[in-house]
């Protein structure tokens, strides 16, 4: 056999033991270097409250950030390689799949395939990110956010300088709905500005919104008692309130009544002692219309002097005669007792 024939027969043998490339490198994929299992500590399994379709798009988006924060604070690169986008996004729906049964992440959130490797003004690197904010801003990301951030107060000063950033620098261009130049700020709070890094949860809950804790049964218990006694309390200021203002009107109600026997009995005792003086006496009776008429209504101008039971009024009857009255106006009854003397 000659040389020739030996080497191409060596070749042969080579080609014919060597590995078939992977399928992913056949078609110019790689394998997903995001770490999706970090998402599973934040569901709660049958607990986890069902959601419409927008709100489960944008937990699953928030998802993708807090992936991508760890793969940040790993790397230190915000994006994975490009020809990584087909793997991630499959072992994002094998996730997806455990989470919610038959949800297509990206047919029903419209999310592309090419957007899970495309960001904000060309900015893959954490040393372009900070090249652009500058070290002062850096700082007080850091200043604002190093802190547990599961309470409302911390997290509210963390995230205020979070849009401080993006709206002084980050306010080019965004390519696709992923990660988008809104949420590069937290995807590196979460990774370096934060000592707790990306999966915790507070920075979870603060800077990715991601929450599906449901409430324990105490603290349902504690909301249904505080509801109970607000009820209770409104209830009872409402009918301490009816009883005070009922008893306010009896009262009222009452002393109108007292007020009135009491007047009927004057009135009716004044009869029947005027009914007895008219038996014996000419006794002349003049209405209280015919009293105040002549008085000019107990005008000031006719008193002409006091005495123990009132002020003494000058008058002028109907017949033109000129007499005093010694009474009191206060005493309204169909027949005044009032003391008429003529002057003249």
């Known amino acids: 056999m000659s040389i020739t024939s030996l080497s ?86 094998t996730l997806a799949d455990q989470v919610v049964p038959g949800f297509d992440i990206r047919t029903s959130c419209g999310f592309q395939t090419s957007w899970i490797s495309q960001g904000c003004m060309n900015i893959t690197t954490r040393a372009q990110f900070e090249d652009l904010v500058g070290n002062s801003t850096i700082n007080s990301v850091v200043s604002n956010c190093n802190q547990s951030l599961e309470n409302n107060s911390p997290c509210a000063s963390c995230t205020t300088s979070l849009s401080s950033l993006s709206a002084t620098y980050l306010t080019g261009q965004s390519i696709g709905n992923v990660s988008d130049c809104t949420s590069y700020p937290s995807i590196y709070a979460a990774a370096f500005a934060n000592p707790y890094g990306p999966t915790d949860k507070g920075n979870a809950k603060c800077l990715f919104q991601l929450d599906f804790s449901a409430p324990s049964p105490g603290k349902k218990k504690r909301t249904l008692i505080l509801i109970v006694v607000v009820a209770c309390g409104f209830g009872l200021l409402f009918l301490i309130g009816g009883i005070w203002f009922s008893w306010h009107k009896y009262e009222d109600y ?41 008085t000019k209504n107990f005008s000031r101008d006719n008193i002409i002097g006091r005495g123990g039971y009132g002020n003494v009024y000058k008058g002028t009857l109907a017949d033109g005669s000129e007499v005093a009255l010694k009474g009191s106006r206060t005493v309204r009854l169909p027949v005044i007792p009032i003391l008429l003397t003529r002057l003249r």
Do not use: H
């Open 8 to 93: 191409l027969l060596l070749v042969a043998l080579l080609l014919t033991c060597s590995p078939t490339p992977a399928v992913s490198q056949q078609n110019g994929t790689v394998p997903c270097p995001l770490n999706f299992t970090i998402l599973e500590q934040f569901s709660t399994g049958s607990n986890r409250p069902k959601f419409d379709r927008k709100i489960e798009c944008q937990y699953i988006l928030q998802g993708i950030r807090l992936v991508e924060s760890q793969y940040l604070q790993l790397t230190g690169s915000f994006l994975p390689p490009p020809n990584a986008s087909e793997s991630c996004w499959a072992a994002y729906q």
């Open 254 to 294: 009452m002393m109108k009544k007292r007020r009135k026997e009491y007047n009927d009995k004057i009135e009716l005792g004044l009869g029947s002692a005027l009914e007895s003086i008219s038996g014996s006496t000419t006794l002349v009776k003049f209405t209280f219309e015919e009293i105040s008429k002549a």
